[in-house]
T-cell receptor, first 115, second 116 residues
Framework: GEDVEQSLFLSVREGDSSVINCTYT??????LYWYKQEPGAGLQLLTY?????DMKQDQRLTVLLNKKDKHLSLRIADTQTGDSAIYFC???????????????FGRGTQLTVWP | DAGVTQSPTHLIKTRGQQVTLRCSPI?????VSWYQQVLGQGPQFIFQ???????GRGNFPDRFSARQFPNYSSELNVNALLLGDSALYLC???????????????FGPGTRLTVL
C-alpha cells in the first residue's frame, strides 16, 4: 500500500535554507506534491513535480526527486518566520484504469523558524 | 476567482448524532474529494466524486456517505458519530479527471468537527 514518511520536526534560523525530506512507496505515483498548513487552516498547494522530472524550481522553492530511491525533498531558500508551518508531502496514485488521482499524505513536518 | 469554500467552519456534536458538511469547488472544477485530518496526522482520503458519481472511496465505515450535485458542490454525511470522528474535514477540488496534467487538488479551509 501507499506509505509516505516524513521527519516530524525541523528548526532553522531565519535566513538559512530549510530542507524537508520525504520518502514514498508507490513507484507508479505520477505526481508528488508539497502542501503547507498554517495553524487552524486548510492546505495550501506549494508546488508539485511530475515523476519524470528530477528537479523543479519555483522562486524560493526547489523540489528534488530521486525516483530510484523514492525520495523527495523541498528546499526553502532564505527561510522567513512566515514560513513556520506544517509541510506535507503527498503522492498521487491512480486505481487501475482510472485517471482520477487520490492523494496519500505523510504526517507532516513542523518547520519552526527562529529570528 | 473564489477558492474552495466549506461550511460550516466549526461544528460541535454529541455521540450518536448525524452531521452534514458542505463544499463548493473552484469554478470550473468538476471533481470533489473529501479528506479527514485527525490532530497530529496527515489528511486521509475518504471519497472522490466526479459528475455526481462516486469514483473512489477510502477505508472508512459505511457511516460515512457523500454526494455531488449538478452544480458540482458536494455534501459529506456522517451518521452515528463517534468520539473518534472529531477531526478537520477537508474538501478538495480538481479540474478534470481525464487530464493528468490538471488533476492537482486545491483544498478548502476545512470544517472542524468536535464530537463530545
Amino acid at each position: 500500500g501507499e506509505d509516505v514518511e516524513q521527519s516530524l520536526f525541523l528548526s532553522v534560523r531565519e535566513g538559512d535554507s530549510s530542507v524537508i525530506n520525504c520518502t514514498y512507496t508507490d513507484s507508479s505515483s505520477t505526481y508528488l506534491y508539497w502542501y503547507k498548513q498554517e495553524p487552524g487552516a486548510g492546505l495550501q498547494l506549494l508546488t508539485y513535480i511530475f515523476s519524470n522530472m528530477d528537479m523543479k524550481q519555483d522562486q524560493r522553492l526547489t523540489v528534488l526527486l530521486n525516483k530510484k530511491d523514492k525520495h523527495l525533498s523541498l528546499r526553502i531558500a532564505d527561510t522567513q518566520t512566515g514560513d513556520s508551518a506544517i509541510y506535507f508531502c503527498a503522492e498521487s496514485t491512480y486505481d487501475r484504469g482510472s485517471t482520477l488521482g487520490r492523494l496519500y499524505f505523510g504526517r507532516g513536518t513542523q518547520l519552526t523558524v527562529w529570528p | 476567482d473564489a477558492g474552495v469554500t466549506q461550511s460550516p467552519t466549526h461544528l460541535i456534536k454529541t455521540r450518536g448524532q448525524q452531521v452534514t458538511l458542505r463544499c463548493s469547488p473552484i469554478s470550473g472544477h468538476k471533481s470533489v474529494s473529501w479528506y479527514q485530518q485527525v490532530l497530529g496526522q496527515g489528511p486521509q482520503f475518504i471519497f472522490q466524486y466526479y459528475e455526481k458519481e462516486e469514483r473512489g472511496r477510502g477505508n472508512f465505515p459505511d457511516r460515512f456517505s457523500a454526494r455531488q450535485f449538478p452544480n458540482y458542490s458536494s455534501e459529506l454525511n456522517v451518521n452515528a458519530l463517534l468520539l473518534g470522528d472529531s477531526a478537520l474535514y477537508l474538501c478538495a477540488s480538481s479540474r478534470l479527471w481525464t487530464d493528468y496534467s490538471t488533476d492537482t487538488q486545491y483544498f478548502g479551509p476545512g470544517t472542524r468537527l468536535t464530537v463530545l
